[in-house]
């Protein structure tokens, strides 16, 4: 398993790995970036201008979104999508698309919410600043309410 934890960010702690984003339906559709693990964030959130490399889901819904700064702004989940990130083993999700600013350098800046997070069973080690694999599914919240 490979972390890419980039030591020359401004902020402490800040996890970027790798992503790729492919179509389940349309073989060689898809994207590969650096994204920010951002717990705050929902789900995988990217910029609007890369939606159409993916190709058609047979799931679109417009929805709002609150940003950090509490601006709610409509955005777009597309869904079923196969998300890989770093070396961890790949999930089917949803992706959120959003009107994104560019950073300094003209790069966008790719967030990996919560959400994606617990479908990948992936979890955040904020000791190690890294990336660990959940070996297993937990179900102990289930069976209480059986």
Do not use: N
């Not at 992706?95 to 950073?103: A, G, H, S, W």
Request: aromatic share 6%; net charge neutral; glycine share 6%.
């Amino acid at each position: 398993m490979t972390f890419i934890v980039r030591r020359h960010e401004a902020l402490m702690g800040r996890i970027v790995v790798p992503v790729t984003v492919a179509s389940l339906f349309e073989p060689g559709r898809e994207l590969r970036f650096d994204a920010v693990v951002d717990t705050g964030a929902y789900c995988l959130t990217l910029p609007a201008a890369w939606k159409d490399t993916l190709g058609a889901v047979p799931m679109v819904e417009r929805v709002d979104a609150e940003l950090a700064d509490r601006r709610v702004v409509r955005a777009e989940l597309r869904q079923p999508l196969k998300i890989q990130i770093d070396d961890f083993p790949p999930a089917a999700g949803e992706v959120l698309f959003i009107e994104m600013p560019r950073e300094d350098g003209g790069r966008y800046v790719p967030l990996i919410g919560y959400m994606t997070l617990e479908q990948s069973r992936i979890a955040v080690d904020t000791a190690a600043h890294c990336l660990r694999r959940i070996p297993r599914v937990d179900l102990k919240r289930a069976l209480r309410a059986a």
